[in-house]
């Protein structure tokens, strides 16, 4: 049975997942499949932001085959050291703390957690998520309802998955991409149409698997997996 897809990743079924740790080697999704387009905008986050695990690159490989002839995934970041998850989620916390006055600290993880993931359960710094979207054959973005990595809270929550208030045509192009996403095991997050995982501790959630098998790693325990 499938769980209720707006589970927040501050949600406590989250945080209360296990893991049994996977030595799975990671890949450099620049060097792993040629149809798989990499922005270099985010490698100043990291030198490895473009790291992924290896099943997550072939499920990539795989999805590649179910998108309609000439459309490509753009990756735009895998892996992401907890450091920056860390400072990220904090800013996040300060910005709805200051648009959120008169609610709680509750409050404001969730509404923080609808943009980035608190650090203990964070899908990125495990390799086991990307962020990516769609580009047409000449390289150019699809239109898929808002920006990649736009704050859900200022585009009217135009960002979450099932946002009716985009085109027709966005939404379209967010089906193809669940279509080949979905159909090779991944997991989104629902207020990020960019955000897909697998075998992180949401993605357990998600499909009911008895325990997530990607901990977080540093860049060092990257490096001597790559
Ligand atoms: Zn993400």
């Known amino acids: 049975m499938k769980k209720d897809n707006k589970i927040l990743m501050s949600d406590p079924v989250v945080s209360s997942t296990h893991v049994r740790p996977s030595q799975e080697p990671f890949v450099n999704l620049i060097h792993f499949?040629?149809?798989?387009?990499?922005?270099?905008?985010?490698?100043?986050?990291?030198?490895?932001f473009s790291c992924v695990r290896f099943s997550v690159a072939e499920k990539l490989s795989t999805a590649k085959a179910l998108l309609p002839k000439g459309?490509?995934?753009l990756v735009k970041e895998g892996y992401r050291p907890l450091h920056i998850q860390q400072l990220a989620f904090e800013r996040a916390l300060q910005r709805a703390k200051k648009s959120f006055p008169n609610e709680d600290l509750n409050y404001?993880?969730?509404?923080?957690?609808?943009?980035?993931?608190?650090?203990?359960?964070?899908?990125?710094?495990?390799?086991?998520?990307?962020?990516?979207?769609?580009?047409?054959?000449?390289?150019?973005e699809l239109d898929l309802g808002t920006q990649y990595d736009a704050i859900p809270q200022e585009t009217n929550y135009a960002t979450f998955f099932d946002a009716?208030?985009?085109?027709?045509q966005a939404m379209q192009n967010r089906q193809m991409l669940a279509y080949a996403l979905q159909s090779v095991g991944f997991v989104n997050y629902f207020t990020e149409?960019?955000?897909w995982s697998y075998g992180d501790k949401y993605?357990?959630?998600?499909?009911?698997?008895?325990?997530?098998?990607?901990?977080?790693?540093?860049?060092?325990?990257?490096?001597?997996l790559l």
């Open 33 to 48: 499949d040629r149809d798989i387009v990499v922005d270099p905008s985010l490698s100043n986050r990291s030198r490895y």
């Open 203 to 224: 993605w357990a959630v998600m499909t009911n698997a008895d325990w997530a098998v990607y901990p977080p790693v540093s860049e060092q325990e990257l490096v001597d």
């Open 164 to 168: 009716t208030n985009i085109s027709k």
């Open 108 to 140: 404001w993880l969730a509404e923080a957690s609808k943009y980035v993931a608190p650090p203990d359960v964070a899908p990125h710094p495990t390799g086991g998520a990307i962020d990516l979207t769609l580009i047409d054959a000449n390289g150019n």
């Open 71 to 73: 459309v490509r995934f």
């Open 193 to 195: 149409w960019w955000h």
